[in-house]
């Protein structure tokens, strides 16, 4: 199974790109890679998933590189209502790893 | 839309008690899991199900059971609660598995303690 890591804590402006990144060097041929947000006392909300190069939607992008063996979440221009902790989750079939978390804090 | 529903949003057991916590979802999702997340340990699989009458061991199976008769339901049940149970309880769906393509959608979660 995949492992992934991804750094504990972030802090960033408002206005500004964040990225964070996931490492997850075993990943399977058939994992996905997909990015969660949560708040306190809240479950985690989907954001966005790939699998392989750029996905792009209305709040996120996720860069995936060729080999697959990390990922970056992009916000881009957060606010304070960013301030949350996003998961990263590497896996298919129920053969699941999330990350720990990194818990990212916007400051005005 | 009620999306993935859970009750009750927080529970105080004491030792040796048991309760079921209840999921349901208006999605249509044929998968459902329990999940329980403690700090610093991320989100656990509890047990998870394919499809009603179908259901499956996840990471962190023992001291719970569940079942699935509907697609709409899935409960969870703590069978003799102990103070390591203590922990947030999510139920989550999806139309496909958690880790395939759409992802998950969770409930609010369930805040347990067991003293």
């Known amino acids: 199974l995949a492992k992934t890591t991804q750094p504990i804590s972030m802090d960033s402006y408002e206005g500004q790109e964040v990225n964070i990144t996931c490492s997850h060097n075993?990943?399977?041929?058939?994992?996905?890679i997909t990015w969660y947000q949560q708040f306190p006392s809240q479950g985690p909300r989907f954001i966005i998933q790939?699998?392989?190069?750029?996905v792009t939607n209305e709040v996120a992008s996720l860069f995936i590189p060729a080999d697959r063996k990390s990922s970056t979440l992009s916000l881009p221009r957060v606010s304070l209502s960013d301030t949350a902790v996003y998961y990263c989750?590497?896996?298919?079939?129920?053969?699941?790893?999330w990350g720990a978390g990194t818990k990212l804090i916007i400051k005005p | 839309n009620a999306g993935v529903t859970q009750t009750p949003k927080f529970q105080v057991l004491k030792t040796g008690q048991s309760m079921t916590l209840q999921c349901a979802q208006d999605?249509?999702?044929?998968?459902m899991s329990w999940y329980r997340q403690d700090p610093g340990m991320g989100l656990r699989l509890i047990h998870y199900?394919?499809?009603?009458?179908?259901?499956d061991q996840g990471e962190v199976p023992n001291g719970y059971n569940v079942s699935r008769s509907t697609t709409e339901d899935f409960p969870l049940r703590l069978l003799s609660a102990a103070p390591s149970q203590t922990s947030v309880y999510f139920c989550?769906?999806?139309?496909?598995?958690?880790?395939?393509?759409?992802?998950?959608?969770f409930g609010s979660g369930t805040r347990l303690t067991v003293v």
């Open positions: 999605m249509n999702h044929e998968y």
């Open positions: 790939g699998y392989k190069t750029k």
């Open positions: 199900s394919v499809g009603a009458g179908i259901t």
């Open positions: 075993n990943i399977a041929t058939n994992d996905y």
């Open positions: 989550a769906s999806s139309y496909s598995n958690g880790g395939g393509a759409g992802g998950y959608t």
């Open positions: 989750l590497v896996g298919s079939n129920y053969q699941l790893i």
